[in-house]
T-cell receptor, first 114, second 112 residues
Framework: NAGVTQTPKFQVLKTGQSMTLQCAQDMNHNSMYWYRQDPGMGLRLIYYSASEGTTDKGEVPNGYNVSRLNKREFSLRLESAAPSQTSVYFC?????????????FGPGTRLTVT | QKEVEQNSGPLSVPEGAIASLNCTYSDRGSQSFFWYRQYSGKSPELIMFIYSNGDKEDGRFTAQLNKASQYVSLLIRDSQPSDSATYLCAVKGIQGAQKLVFGQGTRLTINP
């Protein structure tokens, strides 16, 4: 099992460009998440999907959109990239979103917006 | 007040000693508590989780939870250089939401 996979691993964008970060999991998990990690800030939740067909905003959703394509895949789109979106993006998944379920993280995408 | 707070460190501990990492949280109703380890340039990986007051041990790691004081800690016994990493405390159930809220992480360095 590959666990949680993310593409691309690295990306450089110019301000105003758009891109989609891809995430897939092969653990048959119901819930999926997108986080960003900035120095000294810990991980902050952007969007999550508690189950297939549902998505909800997290702590820092502005400037992002998500699509839960199917049970396996959850994508994050930046419509018009800004330098403030320079960050490391992690996708995670869990069996469910309740209190007892741990999250498994993908390897991350390092995004630089110039 | 941040929802989950950790001392960002760096915390420096000699090899073989006990490393103590601390975390406080704002919501008394929080339900579950997780410790993740993150090596530089890598993704977080779960070390331990704890739900009930008291101690939970797993090998060299012990998680301690005190809900009355809204405090959770991680002890690492017989610290090894390979334990050098950033440790993230995460709390679920803040304000009833089933989302993980992370602290900013504590950078731990084990000195040989």
């Amino acid at each position: 099992n590959a666990g949680v996979t993310q593409t691309p691993k690295f990306q450089v964008l110019k301000t105003g460009q758009s891109m989609t970060l891809q995430c897939a999991q092969d653990m048959n998990h119901n819930s999926m998440y997108w986080y960003r990690q900035d120095p000294g800030m810990g991980l902050r939740l952007i969007y999550y999907s508690a189950s297939e067909g549902t998505t909800d905003k997290g702590e820092v959703p502005n400037g992002y959109n998500v699509s839960r394509l199917n049970k396996r895949e959850f994508s994050l789109r930046l419509e018009s990239a800004a330098p403030s979106q320079t960050s490391v993006y992690f996708c995670a998944s869990s069996w469910a979103s309740g209190p007892g379920y741990e999250q498994y993280f993908g390897p991350g995408t390092r995004l630089t917006v110039t | 007040q941040k929802e989950v707070e950790q001392n960002s460190g760096p915390l420096s501990v000699p090899e073989g000693a006990i490393a103590s990492l601390n975390c406080t949280y704002s919501d008394r109703g929080s339900q579950s508590f997780f410790w993740y380890r993150q090596y530089s340039g890598k993704s977080p990986e779960l070390i331990m989780f704890i739900y009930s007051n008291g101690d939970k041990e797993d090998g060299r790691f012990t998680a301690q939870l005190n809900k009355a004081s809204q405090y959770v800690s991680l002890l690492i016994r017989d610290s090894q250089p390979s334990d050098s990493a950033t440790y993230l405390c995460a709390v679920k159930g803040i304000q009833g939401a089933q989302k993980l809220v992370f602290g900013q992480g504590t950078r731990l360095t084990i000195n040989p």
